[in-house]
């Protein structure tokens, strides 16, 4: 209703954490989990007569992300002082980057169709869209405040100094799904391009909103407020609605909008303002003076470009033109590079026991057995694919199994949910011991089935006289009777077959 009046427009602020060994300025260790306190050298600490050291990795992390969303790098650029008072901030002031970021004038695209109309019929190559990033700067992250009960608050210094990426785009997001859809791409691209896990919950990945709306049809933009405190994507997204409607039911009322920082409160499902004294920011920016100018030379974006791995987007496009795989399966597979490189290793190894053959079929036998079976575990016991006891080896002596068609596609999900407890046991040997290797032999079933047919001569009759529903009968005569398991299809035409021919028989 309102929304067709109204256009929303978005920019977002995302802060990106990094997965380096080290800190930003100092040598300090950035593992998760450590002791409060436990990671705070005296640089973390901002003691007088310190002295940072920029972190080389760091660099080449934000270059990593920049080449990959396709930004324009600046060959110098300065770390500025960010002066504010805040008692998880020692030294009283940030160092961020300011009027200079390494990377400008980028773009992510996301596809905004991707998950509208699930019910099978996903579009496979939904169009994109392009969103523009202004900035993606360095900066090192403050400590943690943790607020107690009876108001006291005790500090973590551990995270001074951990690198983060700031990136910020521009105002071309037009409603809270794709918000949402932006950060589940850059969350995506982040973890291929192996700089930080993007877990938004964990604080990896953490996103400010800015957001306002304009009539429809205009095109200055209107007043915006700053959403923070959102800790999930889809607060992200609830949030964004939830101020969208406010805004508009504002305006509709004749009201105006008030530029200013608001808190989403997930409990309650609204925003409310922060206390505009903590608003109001003099930063005071300033070139850090202990640090000199970051240099980036041809050479270093040259190596950079060439260590970034194949993007989602385009390993996508690959596994449907050269691997022959379905668009969907392919957006699927890709979503997450550990299951792309999973299904890739599996199919190299079936690859190596088939030696040709329709590979297209088997690639699409491999995407079925990793869609399903796979990612099903990976969902159930909510494990990562590497701790997953099937690794791509064995999945591919599976997959081996059905191209020979030595396994039914029920004999295969009964034989992977043994390997998921019998790690030594190969898949065939599984297969074998539970009698799941179907008789593909037409010679070894043909004398079953002829005795099956001789055996029911009533049977027969009816069945002759029109009553087609009986093959189902004889077929489960013959699986009863035999020792093994004979492929279905196989049982299946082999009756039909002689009992049309007993049929012509008749009629002569
Ligand atoms: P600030 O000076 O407060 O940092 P910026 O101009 O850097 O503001 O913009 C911050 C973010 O707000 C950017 O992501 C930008 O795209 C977004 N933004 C700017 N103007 C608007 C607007 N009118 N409506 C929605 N988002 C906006
Ligand atoms: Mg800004």
Redesign the pocket.
Known sequence: MAYETYEP?????VHVQLQTDSKIFSTDATAFGAEPNAQVDPVSLGHPGTLPVLNRKVVEYALRLGLATHCSIAPRSVFARKHYFYPDLPKGYQISQYDTPICYDGYLEIYPGEDEDTEGGRPSRPDSKRIGL?RIHMEEDAGKSIHQEGGKTRLDFNRCGVPLLEM????DLRTPREAYLFLKRLRQMVRYLDISDGNMEEGSLRCDA???VRPRGREA????TELKNLNSMSHVEKALDYEITRQIATLEKGGSVQQRTLLWDPDAGTTHPMRSKEEAHDYRYMPDPDLVEVEVDDKMIADVEADLPELPRARQQRFVDEVGLPPYDASVLTEERAVADYFEAALDELYKRTKGGDTDAQAKLVSNLVMTEVMRVLNEQDIAIDELPVGPERLAQLAFLRVEDKVSSNGAQEVFEVMLKEHDTSAGKIADERDLIQVTDAGAIEPVVEAVIDDHPEQVETYLGGKDGLLGFFIGQVMQRFDGSPDPQLVREMLRDKLEARKEGVEE
Request: charged letters at 20%; glycine letters at 12%.
């Open positions: 427009v978005i920019g977002l602020e202004t910020v785009t521009e105002p800015n957001v306002s933009f209107g007043t915006r």
